[in-house]
């Protein structure tokens, strides 16, 4: 008996999932909670079928019960590539482990490869690449940048952001720590290189340099930027630039786990993020940035820059104050 996320490896047990299932898409997710619960009784260490009783029993409405089933499920799926300490987290119960998170991250969007840009342009209007670009060219052309020599496009995803930096950059590598978005974006002419990797990993790789970073609609999926920020100091080149996005929150913590499963991040704790890796802010932009399930998201999009280094001093020696050049709070 083999059990996998998708099957219980017990053909009665997959019968009345598949049941439980139909009877979720009917609406009637308290009847497909108790049937999975049922079902679970003669297959309990199967980790996909106690996150389908978690998910319907969210939609049913009963946390408690939700939390119950993704406790059975955490536990019996240790790389947390399901998703269950999300959840959990989410719900303020547990600490996120950064491989739990890099394998649920990774496995997500291994799945959405395929029909990931149909499911973004066409159904949720999302403008992160585009409006991103036109900040960058705004903010090129009042510091007299015509172009860079080497750039870095973090979660390149199937190349979006990529596609709107390719005129304005000579070497451009894409990184992502999906494989099948690395399969589905080298296919594609837009980078000179795609790697598979963490973004973390990537960065503090020995060598690493780069004129321009990007990352268009990615930290929502990282829980803490600081540690981010601070090797996109070292990496970028003085004078170098910095343009990202993140889902906007304005409440005290510097991060919240949202329901979605997705950071939402703090603008002021990101300027201070900034400032202590030694870049200055020259745009923000507060914009709804996508939809879901209908209701915009709310985000801010920044172009940050490393200073020209001064003769003998490393940038991270000079105070750049709090004074903002070139802030535009929309
Ligand atoms: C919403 S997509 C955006 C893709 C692309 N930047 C765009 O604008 O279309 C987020 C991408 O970031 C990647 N990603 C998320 N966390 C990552 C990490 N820690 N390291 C590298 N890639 C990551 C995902 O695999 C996914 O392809």
């Known amino acids: 008996m083999t059990t996998t996320f998708l099957s219980s490896g017990d053909l ?7 049941y439980a299932q139909m009877l979720a898409e009917a609406g009637e997710f308290s009847s497909a909670a108790d049937l999975m619960e049922q079902a679970l ?9 106690w996150m389908m009783t978690g998910n319907f029993h969210l939609k049913a409405d009963v946390l408690s019960s939700a939390i119950a089933a993704w406790q059975r499920a955490a536990e019996h799926d240790p790389s947390g590539v399901l998703g269950a300490q999300m959840h959990l987290a989410a719900h303020g119960i547990g600490e996120i482990e950064p ?3 890099a394998a649920y991250v ?18 949720l209007d999302y403008v992160v690449p585009g409006r991103l670009a036109e900040l960058l060219g705004d ?25 709107r930096l390719r005129h304005v950059v000579s070497h451009l590598i894409g990184v992502d720590i999906s494989a099948a978005m690395v399969t589905e974006t080298r296919g594609k002419a837009i980078y000179d290189g795609v790697e598979h990797a963490e973004l973390l990993d990537f960065l503090g790789a020995e060598g690493c340099v780069a004129d321009i970073v990007t ?3 990615v930290f929502m999926y990282c829980p803490a930027l600081p540690p981010i920020f601070s090797l996109v100091g070292k990496v970028l080149r003085p004078g170098g630039i910095f343009a990202f996005s993140v889902e906007r929150h304005d409440g005290q913590d510097s991060q919240w786990l949202q329901a979605s499963l997705r950071f939402a991040h703090n603008g002021d704790a990101i300027r201070a993020a900034l400032s202590d890796a030694g870049l200055e802010v020259l745009r923000v932009s507060a914009e709804t940035i996508r939809r879901d399930r209908g209701q915009p998201v709310a985000g801010l999009l920044f172009i940050a820059r490393r200073p020209e280094g001064v003769d003998g001093l490393e940038v991270s020696d000079i105070d750049i104050g709090t004074e903002v050049p070139f802030a535009l709070m929309n």
Not at 12 to 18: E, G, N, P, Q, T
Not at 41 to 49: H, M, V
Not at 106 to 123: I, P, S, T, W
């Open 12 to 18: 009665i047990v997959d019968r009345r999932a598949h």
């Open 215 to 217: 990352a268009a609609d």
């Open 99 to 101: 491989q739990a998170q």
């Open 139 to 163: 903010a090129m052309g009042e510091l007299g940048i015509e172009g860079f020599a080497r750039g870095v496009d973090l979660g390149c995803g199937t190349g979006l952001m990529g596609e």
């Open 41 to 49: 009784s003669d297959a309990p260490g199967w980790a996909g079928g």
């Open 106 to 123: 990774e496995a997500l969007f291994d799945q959405y490869a395929g029909h990931f840009e149909e499911a973004l342009l066409q159904k």
